[in-house]
């Protein structure tokens, strides 16, 4: 090589490598986001009239096939009520969407060949809550307002428990049917479901932690996120809030506690109940079906 053709190349490398570092920086981010607004009606664009239901609630997607929900292939779908149909909870100052999973760093074709083999996937890497780890995602709030999460177990395998640092829930929803209102210090999440809850902004202003911890697991993995008040001056802090008591009672017990309030939404066709914030007292209408079976005698 002559050491003009060897200048040439030196050209043509520095070129690409200039070329290189500006394509890196313009780049699209992997992940992408949309915000889907869909209004109630009776739109079909497949040909095929689709079943309506008055069915609203919290609840999240994600691909059946090739194990893509393993790479991060979901998102939240939050179905609003109507106008016409009451919710039995004031409307809250900011609704957020809180995805929570154990994550591997394991690609997911590996994990999908692992359980195409009859296999238990191994111990997860960690937690991801919004598709980030600890501390990556916060959540905004102003004080003495009052908030509704929508969380969701997006994960593989693993049963989650979900906690507010100094602030107590309350569970009005889950997957869809609106609950008896109960107050709920942390709140354990299976794979698949999804709750919403509401908490009141009410604590002195500073930062305070959000986590996250596996349940029936041989070693407990947590994650954390930040709740952050908007006039806050101080960073989270301190020990991160206790979880319920290990093994599998507590869980169950706090299953069993979980009701459907029969006196909201498209359920309430039987009874006369007292919205939200009313204070004037409630009456039950009961309708009684009488049955009358007569036999002609031959």
Known sequence: MTLENGRRWCRIALVLA??????????????????????????YPLGVRQQVKDQIGSFFYFPSLQFH????????????????????????????????????????N???????????????????????????????????KT???RISNVGLQNSLNFRIQGHRMKLVEVEGTHTIQITLSSLDVHVGQSYSVL???DQPAQDYYIAVSSRFTTQTLNSTTILHYSNSKKPASG???????????????????????????????????????????????????IFSITHKLR
Not at 18 to 38: G, K, L, S, T
Not at 80 to 108: C, M, N, Q
Not at 124 to 141: C, H, K, Y
Request: with cysteine; aromatic share 12%; net charge positive.
């Open 239 to 289: 020990p991160l809030p206790l979880g319920p008591p290990t093994g599998i009672s507590w869980s169950l017990n706090q299953a069993r506690s979980i009701s459907s309030n029969q006196c909201s939404g498209s359920s309430n066709k039987f009874r006369i109940c007292k919205p939200a914030n009313s204070k004037s007292p409630v009456y039950f209408i009961t309708i009684h079906i």
């Open 110 to 144: 590996v994990l999908k060949t692992i359980l195409d083999r009859g296999k238990m996937l191994k111990f997860p890497d960690g937690i991801q809550i919004n598709g980030l780890g600890r501390d990556g995602a916060r959540f905004t709030v102003e004080p003495g």
């Open 147 to 149: 908030y509704r999460l």
């Open 69 to 108: 929900k393993a790479a991060d292939g979901f998102g939240g779908i939050r179905i609003l009520s109507r106008p016409r149909i009451p919710v039995p909870f004031p409307e809250p100052a900011e609704d957020f969407t809180v995805l929570i999973g154990d994550w591997y760093k394991t690609d997911h």
């Open 199 to 201: 908490f009141t902004a």
């Open 18 to 43: 200039v070329y290189m570092a500006v394509y890196e920086v313009v780049a699209e981010d992997p992940y992408r986001y949309f915000d889907w607004r869909i209004s109630f009606g009776d739109i």
